[in-house]
């Protein structure tokens, strides 16, 4: 089955103890990276390069091993951007993409990006860090999420297409359900 996968989830496959079921998951998984997912990692390591530049290099070379093995999502950028903005715009959602403007390195939440890019695609989302999609999908319909490590689906429901019959709600969001 294909997965869209967040950064948490590579993050954790290059580690030298994965959770367990990370290895089993990208074994028996078709992977696609979403431009979040690589805009996400590409933030860590140019993070890390600032800090130890060597780390930065032997994990990068990590990363684009497994990564040569994935496929890197192409799809409606204008759709998933349309997608993206509602989701931004919907009030109760802001916690799950506004970054921590105390953090020392502060980055903009990726979760709310991929979760556009699967409602357009159709593409279920495997992450490990889960409460930010769930909160998305809590919204907005999403195709499926799963989580390896625990092998459960937390957003049970798979649709082919996120916005088939919607109905605009009076914010200019997309209805709950």
Known sequence: ????????????????????????????????????????IERGLDV????DAEKEVRLRTQIEALMAGCEILRADDAAIARALARILGYGPL???????????????????????????????????????????????DLPGLYDPVKQQWLCAERRAEAFPNETPSTNGVSSSH
């Open 1 to 40: 089955m294909k997965f869209l996968i967040t950064a948490c989830l590579l993050s954790e496959r290059v580690k030298p103890r994965p959770k367990p079921g990370t290895q089993e998951f990208f074994e028996r998984s078709e992977i696609a990276i979403p431009f979040a997912t690589y805009l996400t």
């Open 48 to 51: 890390l390069s600032r800090k």
């Open 94 to 140: 802001r916690h799950t993409w506004l970054p921590n403007e105390k953090a020392k390195e502060p980055s903009y939440g990726h979760y709310p990006w991929v979760a556009a890019a699967s409602m357009i695609t159709g593409i279920p989302i495997a992450a490990l860090k889960t409460n930010d999609i769930t909160a998305v999908g809590a919204h907005f």
